[in-house]
């Protein structure tokens, strides 16, 4: 046998330097590879070779090999080998523990993890059976040395690992090596702390002596120390408390001292997260409540200091976001204790909330501060490609792209907000007074565009817009809750003066303008204070509302001008639904005015047309007079009316073919869009439905039954009990539902295979999902590109595809909303049920899944009305 391993040693030494030699061809090296798998396969010699090439004369790459023999041996032919070979390898591995290994700061992390592994394999089949003194062999070749106690922690760490994380043990051994081990728990955590005890306390020992032979020493302890820590990360998730927190908590008093150690401030870091985010019984937990002691405190408080000092290396920054988890899992914990079930996405949102946390005097200081902090929080900067503030460094270290770190910091402002909101109910005057010297601060500074904006104006990375973004949001977080709490409230000449203010801010700079709009919002519980002012709040919001840089028209408006236009609209809505009463008695003057602004074919888009119109509507249920309410819906839907039944309408909604014809999916696009016939065909088709969808939202009758009675929205009882409603819209709305109808029957007959050849090459995709809707399925975060001054045209396609899928959505919106917002009348249109299934629900076999799920929509919410 000697004879023969004597043989093999020298072929076996050549293949394995063959294969890691980067000069070797790959025909040797394949060769190689196959002599040291041929050898592991068949050979009867892997277990007296390995222990051979595991000696440590030779090169650590063949003793590493040497490992790998004789693992291969018990993980494939355990069941082949004899009791006496087993005994051998048990020896063996002990063996090359003991003196298998040169000093641990100088031995090859790879040999101490092969010899770890080799002991595993063996344990997994031997104990606690077959080696019943396995863990007093561990424990006594500790005191040999570092190398051996660090290589004794990794077999425990890889064995739990197997065993709970990877699971690849057979049930049966898994549940007897689990049982074995959790009747030793407690001693093996006693051994892991008095390790860690031991050898951090030798290495500060250590630490003022500046020797080379003290320098190896302390490192050689620093390793166990860690290997301590990285050991018991494998534990900690699983044992119990009692475990953890035993002689008092020395193990939480000994890792909240080690934060300030750096070289194993991140492992103990981890140790310590781990334990508090424990979940278990309150009584069980309590000694958790160590940690917010002032020592503890102290420590941590250092901690952070000390590496927020040198938060760009990228060490110390992961360092800065484990303890942070750690203080956000203890707050959750303190809450915990104090009885509460469920947490929000912050702390402070977590305190805030708490019945007995937020009346603490401590934490209402903070509260103040907490706002002021948001002066900088709420700022939409850290981009990882910008270099507009320190948080683009973090960025960078977090995030690959712009895209991501937009995704994140949605949610983060998200969350500020809601911290702000909390603060404000406990603190309402204290934050009004922070919200209004921020926003009189912003209307008096001078205008700051940054480098690069074109044309005077801001783009989305410049200062002033940057600060009045940010301003705005804690505006309207304050004002959303200031005025409603039971405390006191702000001083209403305050705010009576702050909305003052803003009326009589100028500006000629969209993205500020569209800011400024978002602050008269905010500030609108004031008017009901100040009635007499609401004129010059209507005025401001159609100044909005016409909003225009000189040379652009409406097909070359910018992104800008065009999103603070329909931001006014859009405020115009709100204040309508809000303060009607207050409105009502202009409804006249509004009609009017927005009659004359739409009667400029250059002024308003359709779309802006359609949300004025909303208004009108909002304020017109304010009648409560269904005859009055009627007649004005009538007047208001003419030109819709017009268009929807014209002969040229009923003629292109007839058939998938004239279709396609009428709306340009046949012909070659056309550019520019204003030249596109097609494109004005396709435009009327939106505005009837935009408007159809709008009226039909808007139109309500009164909620309380006398009113609705004595206006006329009564029809009568259905078996005497549910009181019939009928609304102003329904007979103006029903009479075109029939065309509505065709349209989606051609709609869906389009996607008829016969048909789709019809399309023009040029628009073969535009039946696929808009870009925007494929991002959202596919997770793809949005671009982050600053378009703000860039007209809002879209290629031909793009136009199409939006076309198709806006009004087949919109259309699905109408149908489903019309019961519930018609009603009675709407289920009693004669062969209600047979016109749905003949158009709507036609040719279904043809269509995708994303075309399907606002039909199967329509289905639900008719049912459910």
């Known amino acids: ?35 040291c798998d041929d050898f592991k396969e068949v050979s009867k010699l892997c277990i007296p070779c390995g222990l051979v090439l595991a000696g440590k004369e030779y090169s650590h790459i063949i003793r590493h090999f040497g490992l790998q023999l004789l693992e291969h041996s018990v993980r494939f032919k355990w069941l082949e080998l004899n009791q006496e070979d087993k005994e051998l390898l048990k020896r063996c591995s002990l063996e090359l523990i003991a003196n298998g290994t040169i000093g641990i700061v100088d031995e090859q992390v790879h040999i101490k993890d092969g010899i770890a592994r080799l002991t595993v394999e063996i344990i997994k089949r031997e104990w606690p059976q077959l080696w019943t003194s396995l863990l007093k062999d561990l424990y006594d070749l500790c005191q040999m040395g570092e190398t051996q106690t660090e290589i004794v922690l990794k077999i425990f760490l890889r064995l739990i690992e197997d065993v709970i994380t990877f699971q690849n043990v057979p049930l049966q051994r898994r549940r007897e090596i689990m049982q074995s081990l959790t009747s030793h728990m407690g001693e093996l955590f006693e051994f892991f702390m008095n390790l860690l005890q031991n050898h951090t306390s030798a290495a500060n020992s250590l630490t003022s002596d500046d020797t080379l032979e003290s320098k190896v020493a302390y490192k050689a302890h620093t390793c166990v120390s860690e290997a301590v820590l990285t050991t018991m990360t494998g534990y900690l998730d699983w044992v119990t408390m009692n475990h953890i927190f035993m002689k008092d908590g020395l193990l939480l008093r000994m890792l909240c001292l080690l934060l300030n150690n750096r070289s194993l401030q991140l492992p103990a870091v981890d140790c310590l997260l781990i334990i508090v985010s424990k979940k278990g019984k309150i009584e069980d ?16 408080w250092n901690a952070i200091v000390t590496a927020e000092q040198v938060s760009l290396d990228e060490y110390y920054y992961l360092f800065l976001k484990r303890l942070c988890q750690v203080l956000i899992e203890l707050g959750k914990q303190l809450c915990a204790m104090w009885m509460i079930s469920s947490y929000t996405q912050t702390l402070w949102a977590t305190f805030l909330r708490h019945d007995i946390i937020s009346k603490e005097p401590d934490l209402i200081a903070c509260i103040p501060k907490l706002f002021h902090s948001a002066t900088k929080t709420l700022l939409k900067v850290g981009f990882p490609t910008q270099n507009n503030s320190l948080s683009c460094n973090y960025a960078r270290l977090d995030f690959d792209s712009d895209e991501e770190f937009n995704m994140f910091f949605s949610k983060y402002r998200a969350e500020v907000a809601d911290t702000l909101r909390l603060g404000t109910v406990i603190q309402p005057v204290e934050s009004f007074m922070f919200a209004r010297d921020w926003l009189q601060n912003t209307l008096q500074k001078p205008l700051n565009t940054g480098n690069g904006a074109e044309n005077g104006n801001c783009k989305l990375t410049s200062p002033s817009f940057l600060e009045w973004d940010a301003m705005t949001v804690c505006l309207e977080c304050v004002m959303a809750r200031a005025m409603q709490s039971s405390g006191p409230l ?20 969209p ?13 609108f519980p004031f008017l009901n204070h100040v009635p007499e002012i609401l004129p010059s709040v209507i005025e401001k919001i159609f100044s909005a509302v016409t909003f225009n840089i000189l040379g652009q028209t409406k097909s070359t408006r910018s992104r800008a001008v065009k999103n603070a236009r329909q931001h006014a609209c859009s405020i115009l809505v709100k204040i309508c639904k809000q303060y009607q009463e207050l409105l009502f008695p202009v409804f006249d003057k509004l009609y009017s005015h927005i009659k004359i602004i739409s009667s400029n074919d250059g002024q308003l888009s359709q779309m ?8 009108l509507i909002i304020v017109s249920n304010r009648f409560y007079n269904f005859e009055k309410q009627s007649v004005f819906i009538e007047e208001v839907m003419k030109p819709v009316k017009d268009l929807w039944l014209s002969s040229e309408f009923k003629i292109a909604f007839s058939a998938a073919d004239k279709l396609m014809s009428y709306i340009g999916l046949d012909q070659a696009p056309v550019e520019p869009s204003s030249a596109d016939t097609c494109g004005i065909n396709r435009s009327h088709i939106s505005y009837c439905i935009t408007m159809i969808l709008g009226v039909l939202k808007r139109s309500k009758w009164p909620e309380d039954l006398q009113m609705a009675s004595k206006g006329g929205f009564v029809l009568g009882n259905i078996n005497g009990t549910s009181v019939m409603y009928r609304n102003p819209a329904t007979a103006h709305v029903k009479v075109l539902m029939e065309n509505l109808m065709l349209l989606m029957k051609s709609m869906n007959a389009a996607w008829d295979p016969s048909y789709l050849n019809l399309r023009h090459p040029d628009f073969a995709k535009s039946y696929e ?19 703000s001054s ?50 709507v629900l036609t040719n279904l076999q043809h269509l995708p899944d994303y075309r399907m799920k606002p039909l199967i929509n329509i289905l639900i919410l008719i049912y459910l009305s």
């Open 769 to 787: 999902l808009v870009d925007n809707e494929k991002q959202t399925i596919l997770g793809i975060p949005y671009p982050c590109v600053d378009n």
């Open 608 to 615: 802006e047309k359609c949300i004025l119109i909303e208004a």
């Open 1 to 35: 046998m000697e004879e023969k391993v004597s043989d093999v040693i020298p072929s076996l030494i050549e293949a394995v330097e063959t294969i890691l030699n980067p000069f070797a061809t790959p025909d040797a090296r394949q060769t190689a590879h196959k002599v």
């Open 790 to 839: 860039s007209p809002t045209c879209k290629n031909p396609l793009d136009r199409m595809k939006n076309f198709l899928t806006t009004t087949h959505d919109n259309s699905c919106h109408i149908l489903g909303n019309a019961g519930q917002c018609l009603g009675y009348e709407f289920y009693t249109e004669p062969n209600l049920a047979e016109s749905i299934l003949n158009t």
């Open 490 to 509: 702000p001083d209403l000449k305050d705010g009576i003066t702050l909305l003052q203010n803003v009326l009589s801010f100028q500006t000629e700079d």
């Open 511 to 523: 993205l500020i303008l569209s800011s400024l709009l978002s602050c008269l919002s905010a500030l």
């Open 285 to 300: 937990r309590k000694p958790l409540l160590i940690l917010f002691s002032e020592d503890a405190m102290a420590v941590i």
